[in-house]
């Protein structure tokens, strides 16, 4: 029998068109999604570095925090964004980029979620998001 939170991750990365052209993967550690971004050529924004797109780069976050909320709130409705603040703190090199979301606080109908991304070392992160999140209750 099939776990339903590795179930509802994988639906989650099938549903999503843009989720399959940034070639998003994604595993459960425990409760936790673990996403990554393997290297392509079509990610670059700066070909000087070169240096991955800083809006691949958000988007990647953003959906690594709506794949996490997929997993955690099941009895829901893929999540609404509300908002998202981005901090760029080094260039995304030409390499695969990991992240992990962190539910902050999950209400009734807001969630606060906040992603960490990086490539080498978790400890030197590329960006971090902070993200305001709709929940919809089924039916």
Do not use: C
Not at 4 to 21: H, M, W
Not at 79 to 106: M, N, S
Request: cysteine-free; glycine content about 8%; proline content about 7%.
């Amino acid at each position: 029998m099939s776990d339903p939170s590795a179930q509802l991750l994988r639906e989650f990365i099938l549903r999503s068109p843009y989720v399959r052209f940034l070639g998003m993967e994604a595993d459960l550690e425990g409760a936790e999604v673990k996403a990554r971004l393997p290297f392509a050529e079509h990610l670059i924004g700066n070909p000087f570095l070169p240096a991955l797109h800083g809006g691949v780069i958000g988007a990647f976050m953003e959906m690594t925090a709506l794949a996490q909320l997929a997993v955690a709130e099941r009895s829901r409705k893929r999540p609404k964004t509300i908002d998202v603040t981005i901090e760029y703190l080094r260039p995304g090199r030409a390499q695969p980029l990991h992240a992990r979301a962190d539910l902050r606080k999950v209400g009734r109908r807001i969630a606060n979620v906040h992603v960490e991304a990086w490539q080498d070392d978790p400890a030197k992160p590329v960006a971090f998001l902070r993200g305001h999140f709709l929940l919809r209750d089924e039916g």
